[in-house]
């Protein structure tokens, strides 16, 4: 980034190298042309795969012309692998040879300004009956063992416990407190990373559940004394062909953009995990 040679980047999500370079080549009003014979790979003959495997630990660049090497050499620095595996075209398609053959000759707008835009069915989740009539207890040790034994008010510790979170020796907040806080080797600088949700709200109430989402983790950061800068998001729901589904999906992101709006807190990217759920 500092040496002015990238022109675009974009990590590689679910579709893998699909994804990245058609987003990024119908975003600049382009064509690509990828050589399938140049893409590291473990094993050989899979242009397929290549095309469609998930790839969370990989980047696709464009690069200025003739800057190739220049990159290439920061990342060999870095011990980190490197490719040229295609170029930029006039030709708005995206085009994959495989040795020395073209395997696919595809136009980008149907991939990615044309798909079409789902405006599923949904219906609103109906607001929860307020408490009433609440029965009192009166068996205080059983309601303390039943407290007890709840999830959500025991120790995490068995978990964060398995991870090495000293890598760097730069933890400066280490887990069980509201945020993480991490050095910037080098620097007099630290980030505050922090990641809530209360399903129950959610469920309850998707519109302030959504909300008090994005509220808990501004909180979290403010609470070790950071400035919350930006969020993401991870929006896990069920079958949104079920109108009341979709209807939580769309609860939870009306909550969640008020929310961001109020506190000037955007969220600059995430992803969607949706059919989380079993029959019946």
Avoid at 173 to 185: E, K, L, N
């Amino acid at each position: 980034m500092a040496s002015d040679a990238i022109v675009a980047i974009q990590d590689m999500g679910a579709a893998g190298l699909t994804s990245s370079s058609v987003e990024m080549a119908s975003k600049g009003g382009v064509g690509i042309e990828l050589d399938m014979n140049a893409v590291p790979c473990r094993e050989e003959g899979m242009p397929y795969e290549m095309m469609l495997s998930e790839s969370q630990e990989r980047m696709l660049m464009v690069l200025k012309p003739g800057r190739e090497a220049e990159a290439e050499a920061i990342f060999r620095k870095w011990e980190l692998d490197f490719a040229v595996i295609g170029r930029v075209t006039d030709t708005g398609h995206m085009v994959l040879t495989f040795i020395g053959e073209v395997a696919a000759d595809i136009p980008l707008a149907p991939l990615a300004d044309d798909a079409p835009c789902y405006d599923r069915p949904w219906v609103q989740t109906p607001k929860p009956a307020p408490l009433t009539d609440v029965p009192e207890s009166t068996g205080i040790a059983a309601d303390l063992l039943k407290l007890m034994a709840s999830p959500d008010l025991a120790s995490r510790r068995w978990i964060w416990e398995q991870y090495d979170h000293m890598v760097g020796a730069d933890t400066v907040q280490r887990p069980g407190g509201d945020a993480a806080v991490v050095r910037i080797h080098g620097t007099e600088k630290a980030l505050a990373i922090s990641t809530d949700v209360t399903a129950r709200y959610c469920y309850a109430d998707p519109y302030e559940g959504g909300k008090q989402a994005i509220a808990e983790c501004y909180r979290n950061l403010s609470a070790v004394g950071a400035l919350p800068l930006a969020t993401t998001d991870c929006m896990n729901f069920g079958n949104p062909q079920r109108p009341e589904i979709m209807g939580q999906f769309v609860g939870c992101i009306q909550g969640m953009a008020e929310a961001c709006k109020a506190l000037d807190f955007p969220i600059v990217s995430g992803n969607v995990s949706l059919y989380n759920e079993t029959k019946e």
